[in-house]
């Protein structure tokens, strides 16, 4: 029957899970479950399988405290020392580095990095606002979405396969102090005149 949970359907969602060639995933060490038929079979066969350890608790509710503290070391280390895929390294490796490059969790469509058109420092723009820059952190219909000034490059900031980042200043030596992706910018063009700003802040 459909919907009902057995062994070879957890090792069937176990496999696709952790086999999908679009997604590889590390295979676990430690597998948490109860005494439930349904994990045993087909599911206990898969998972030995990939060498991992099976913990079962004495029922649903309950499990072997005793335990508890040396699963939990274990998973720390696990996750501590395993390759992930978007660093290529492990966490504990990755923190004794200087610089860490990561891959996109998604896939970018179009030039990411070193190949993508930079803007100038000379170009104009304006930046999408955030939601914590409007009154009550709340943006209400009559509330600009783009920023009331106009601003030049201060700063940007190119890494291989990573967004290009970008920093502002305006003609008084101010900007905002986080950084805008260039989805976030606004160029205006030369010959466009923008309105005074006491119109745009009232």
Request: charged content about 30%; hydrophobic content about 35%; proline content about 6%.
């Amino acid at each position: 029957m459909q919907g009902i949970l057995t062994s070879s359907t957890i090792a069937k969602c176990l496999e696709k899970i952790y086999d999908n060639p679009k997604n590889p995933l590390i295979w676990l060490k430690v597998f948490l479950s109860d005494k439930g038929s349904e994990f045993k079979g087909e599911c206990e066969k898969l998972l030995r399988k990939h060498g991992v350890r099976i913990q079962k608790a004495k029922s649903k509710k309950t499990m072997e405290l005793d335990d508890l503290p040396g699963i939990i070391d274990s998973i720390v280390e696990d996750l501590n020392n395993s390759v992930t895929c978007l660093l290529g390294i492990s966490p504990a490796e990755a923190i004794k580095k200087k610089n860490v490059f990561a891959k996109p969790s998604k896939p970018r469509k179009g030039p990411i990095g070193f190949d993508v058109k930079r803007l100038f420092f000379d170009d104009s723009v304006i930046y999408l606002l955030d939601p914590s820059e409007y009154e009550g952190e709340r943006r209400r219909a009559t509330d600009m979405n783009w920023s009331s000034k106009i601003y030049n490059i201060r700063e940007s900031l190119v890494q291989k396969n990573q967004l290009v980042l970008y920093w502002l200043i305006d003609d008084e030596g101010n900007g905002p102090e986080r950084s805008f992706v260039r989805e976030e910018l606004q160029v205006i063009p030369p010959n466009v005149e923008y309105p005074p700003q006491w119109v745009l802040a009232n």
